[in-house]
């Protein structure tokens, strides 16, 4: 676990070295110790990390020194310009719910649930246990742990249909994050140059990824209950696609969630066209009305490509998730999984399975879905008070975001910019789009830190905001 007292002197120790000046003598260990109110050892682990950095060298006998900068030329990267070439797609280089905010910033934007939502102490306990076994000192397999197989293969056979055909261990890819998955999808199963249908807005990552893999996305229209099955048809032999990649359940960024009707719908559209649904089921953990039952389970036919994400709710440092394919289909996306990674770390896929399997899981998801919904409520009664003239169509029955229309008219860039300004991060709508955004849109997240500030924060939003408009 992280040595938090080595990193803060570490931390402030660097401080001190940038404006000091080369061969500056560092005060010594016992001064560290009584300033910081820390141990020794601590002080010495400190300075072994600005050592190792090259920050800092310590001369026996005599104490411990700034080191001379080596002196710094300007870098000329020129040549890389003419060497790369200009980019198929110039994607954002941060994606907006990836940035780090300043600490003091209250913090709207992210994508990822506060750490009071996180099972710390099953986290704590799963570390030390896998430290202590020898199930994490192994290499992985390419499809993955069989045990962490089986509990996702277990939990999508457990909701599966009757008279239709589980999925089976060997039918599930362990994936460091199901991010890498999605490109593996795109890669084996699509492949550069064809079409995939993606509902408008989508998740930016999924745009992301389509683009590195030189797919051509294109958008059909969602709605709050998903797409137009017509719509969807009509996409398909229009373009030839032969898969449709969607978020059946609290769509990231609008909340929508088919209903079952809806999904079944959507299956026989993607059957009548020989094709593949790519299920992203990001939110499974995080219904907070009712549970969230997969397409996937509605199939033993292998049109679905189920994804499975544990980063959000096990925790963003155990980054875990999973796919569940069946057939050809499968085969051809493990062997991009070999080329891509190899295996995913055994430690961390035991320290996941650790996590799910232990008997207080059931109780954390309890709780944190009851305080994502106490959140989630307190958001939504916040931006009605403090942003009137923005417009939800829908409350999410999960998921982690609001997503929201501004007035017409609304510099959707400049408002985020100024927010951020003010100490407030949003992030802008735009990026969710495969194409021209439909509108001015915001999404802002309620798993962030500090729903306390949630108020605050939307009142910045909406000063702004009717800066704007005025
Ligand atoms: C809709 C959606 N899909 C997939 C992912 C990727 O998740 P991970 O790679 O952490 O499993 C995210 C992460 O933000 C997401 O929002």
Not at 281 to 289: I, L, R, S
Not at 345 to 353: E, K, M, R
Request: glycine share 8%; charged share 20%.
């Amino acid at each position: 676990m992280v040595d938090d007292s080595t990193a803060t002197v570490a931390h402030s120790l660097r401080a001190w070295v940038a404006t000091a000046s080369p061969g500056s003598r560092l005060p010594s260990n016992r001064e560290l110790v009584a300033r910081f109110g820390v141990s020794p050892v601590t002080v010495q682990k400190a300075f072994r990390r600005l050592t190792a950095g090259g920050l800092i060298e310590s001369r026996p006998g005599v104490g411990t020194f700034v080191r001379s900068r080596p002196a710094v030329r300007p870098a000329d990267y020129g040549w890389q310009t003419a060497a790369l070439r200009a980019p198929h797609t110039r994607p954002p280089a941060v994606s907006a719910p990836m940035r780090s905010a300043d600490p003091e910033a209250i913090a709207l934007h992210s994508g990822y649930p506060a750490r009071d939502l996180l099972p710390e102490r099953l986290l704590r306990n799963a570390f030390a246990r896998v430290g202590r076994s020898e199930a994490g000192w192994t290499r992985s397999s390419v499809a993955g742990d069989p045990d962490l197989r089986s509990w996702f293969a277990g939990e999508l056979a457990a909701v599966t249909a009757a008279g239709t055909t589980p999925p089976a261990a060997r039918d599930v890819v362990v994936l460091p994050g199901t991010q890498s998955g999605l490109s593996s999808v795109f890669r084996a199963l699509v492949g550069s140059g064809h079409p995939v249908l993606v509902e408008s807005p989508t998740y930016w990552g999924a745009l992301l990824a389509a683009a590195q893999a030189g797919v051509d996305v294109v958008p059909v229209r969602g709605g709050p209950d998903g797409p137009d099955p017509a719509d969807l048809a009509r996409a398909f032999t229009e373009t030839g696609a032969r898969a449709f990649y969607a978020q059946p359940a609290f769509a990231n960024p609008t909340g929508a969630r088919w209903s079952a009707e809806r999904a079944d719908q959507v299956l026989d559209v993607v059957r009548a066209h020989d094709a593949f649904l790519v299920e992203d089921d990001w939110a499974h953990d995080f219904a907070v009305e009712g549970e969230v039952s997969p397409v996937a389970a509605r199939d033993d036919a292998g049109h679905v490509v189920y994804l499975r994400s544990l980063t959000k709710s096990v925790s963003p440092a155990v980054r875990v998730g999973a796919l569940v394919a069946r057939g050809p289909a499968r085969e051809r996306i493990l062997t991009d999984r070999l080329a891509e990674s190899v295996y995913v770390s055994a430690f961390l896929q035991a320290v996941a399975l650790e996590v799910v399997t232990a008997p207080g899981w059931r109780t954390h998801l309890r709780t944190m879905r009851g305080n994502l919904r106490a959140r989630r409520d307190l958001m939504v009664e916040e931006l009605d008070r403090r942003v009137p003239s923005a417009h939800l169509a829908l409350v999410p029955a999960g998921g982690l975001n609001l997503w929201a229309r501004l007035p017409e008219g609304t510099d959707v860039q400049r408002l985020v910019r100024e927010c951020e300004h003010e100490g407030v991060v949003v992030a802008a709508g735009d990026e969710w789009f495969p194409a021209e955004p439909s509108g001015p849109f915001v999404r802002v997240n309620y798993s962030g830190p500090e729903p306390e500030r949630f108020g605050e924060g939307l009142a910045i939003l909406g000063r702004v905001l009717a800066r704007q408009e005025g």
